[in-house]
């Protein structure tokens, strides 16, 4: 069963003259096993909407569903939470115990799991993330690297088998190496957990690259859902809302503009290269 987004709306401080609404009648569904991207302009309800997905805040009206879990009802939201684990953009948030196997443990414990399966659960899950268990296993998680926080971050979740995994900005302040690393790193907990991911970011090429589905968010409400070709092509209206289209997309628009007769579905560098041979071959059916 998917995660269900019915008619949310959510409104900060309702009910007095500073009333905000920061999300308006949202309606998506979240798939098993798909990767969604969160895309928008700053202050277009992102943050807000994915912490409604895990029952961290519940909706002003309209309501969340987890595999059939209400999050609006106290009752169920357990349920649905032990399902949607969610990373935060700054790990400092969700560190706090003395070392990182600890840290790591501490969900599985939550779950009552016998020592054994959380032992592990932790090496497997630090393993994924690339952090060498006798190196870093009794470390402090806060005497770590800004990238190696973000790492034991992300294993505490995955250790506890989410279904959904939520990501807020997970490539924030990494140079384009880094990025490709922890892309690399997401999808390979996806093909071993089989579990679904949304994934906040405001790097146009990093979505790109990795998303089943795109959602753009403008103004608290739903502006587009669709493939990355179908967002992707609509360089114009996201250069309006002050997103960046990939480099790739917007090559291949400045291309079409000087007479190049190239697809509107480009909007990775490979497609590019491709269509670019294809032009230099002579092939005119790009």
Known sequence: MPIVVEHLTHVYQSGSINAYTALKDINMTIEDGEFVGLIGHTGSGKSTLIQQLNGLMQPTSGRVTVDGFDMNDKKQRAGGRALVGMVFQYPDYQLFDETVYRDISFGPKNLKLDEAEIDRRVREAMD????????????????????????????????MYPKYLVLDEPMAGLDPSGRRAVLEMIDGF?????????????????????????????????????????????????????????????????????????????YTNEALVEALESFKRGDKNV
């Open 128 to 159: 994924l993330v690339g952090l060498d268990f006798e190196e870093f296993a009794e470390k402090s998680p806060f005497e770590l690297s800004g990238g190696e926080k973000r790492r034991c971050a992300l294993a505490g979740i995955i250790a």
């Open 190 to 266: 996806r093909k071993r957990l089989g579990c679904a991911v949304v994934m906040v970011s405001h790097s146009m090429d990093d979505i790109a690259k990795a998303a089943d589905k795109v959602i753009v968010l403008r103004g608290g409400e739903i502006f587009k859902c669709g493939t990355p070709a179908e967002i992707f092509s609509l360089s114009d209206e996201l250069n309006e809302m002050g997103l960046e289209p990939p480099f790739a997309a917007r090559m291949a628009s400045e291309l079409r503009r000087r007479g190049f007769a190239l697809p509107g579905s480009i």
